[in-house]
């Protein structure tokens, strides 16, 4: 009898963990509004924007000028739908 009690426990703990580790994972984004497309007026500059662009996973670096095309396209679609 007491094996049996211990087999219901262990599969109640087994339960528990089930419940526990069902957990919805998400991969939060970050975006960061800088600068301008004229203060890149290098080649150097505009290089070291894109290895800044490229180099960090989940962190999208845009510029004001591109967030205001993109808001401009976003509000040209909308008008059309």
Do not use: C, W
Not at 14 to 36: C, D, F, T, W, Y
């Amino acid at each position: 009898m007491r094996l049996a009690t211990l087999k219901q426990l262990k599969q109640k703990r087994k339960q528990k963990r089930k419940m526990v580790l069902e957990v919805n994972i998400i991969n939060p984004r970050a975006i960061i509004v800088i600068g301008s497309k004229n203060e890149l007026d290098t080649e150097k500059k505009r290089h070291q924007f894109k290895n800044l662009r490229e180099s960090l996973k989940d962190i999208e670096f845009v510029l004001y000028d591109e967030l205001l095309d993109r808001l401009k396209n976003l509000f040209d679609t909308i008008k059309i739908e």
